[in-house]
């Protein structure tokens, strides 16, 4: 097993690249899902799961998907139920694999064709349209004519009566005014 700091440290990398290109992870963060330290987090899960691979022989893909959902509901307040968690499993249990035999140059390139994946993504915001606008507008409207016609009224509603029968069995009981 190569145990070297230098290719400790590439499989962190490696680590990563697949936590950091996961578009859950990513939309986690950039919408705040983990509070202000979302990025903090998504740094610290990096050195929480390679520590999790080092710590554990010989992990199952079902082990390391439980494990990543759970530190994305614990941290992020996040269900993954997209179908992303086998993937970034697979990624990881595949780079692990490669870091275990050796196989560094390899493991490079893995993470290299991650990372070009990653500089490709482009954040995409979807401008207002002119029909969200208008239909803003005229909500507004409505609840301006509702609450005028709803201060110029004084009196309350008259209260239900204050005991009802229903017919699912239950009694409402409310209190006169």
């Not at 870091?99 to 991650?114: E, K």
Request: net charge negative.
């Amino acid at each position: 097993m190569a145990a070297s700091a230098a290719s400790r440290e590439l499989f962190t990398e490696g680590v990563r690249a697949v936590l950091h290109t996961w578009p859950v992870l990513q939309i986690a963060v950039d919408n705040g899902f983990g509070g202000v330290y979302g990025q903090q987090k998504a740094d610290w899960m990096v050195d929480v799961v390679q520590q999790y691979f080092h710590d554990n022989a010989d992990l199952q893909q079902c082990e390391v998907e439980d494990f990543i959902a759970d530190l994305m509901d614990q941290e992020f307040d996040t269900v993954v139920d997209d179908g992303s968690l086998p993937q970034v499993s697979i990624n990881l249990l595949q780079m692990f694999t490669q870091w275990q035999q050796g196989a560094l140059q390899q493991l490079q390139h893995s993470i290299d064709s991650l990372t070009q994946k990653k500089s490709q993504r482009v954040k995409v915001t979807a401008p207002p349209t002119q029909s969200d606008e208008e239909s803003d507008d005229e909500t507004q409207e409505m609840e301006c004519e509702s609450s005028s016609s709803s201060v110029s009224r004084t009196d309350p509603p008259p209260p239900p009566p204050p005991t009802q029968d229903e017919e699912d069995g239950w009694t409402v009981v409310r209190k006169k005014k």
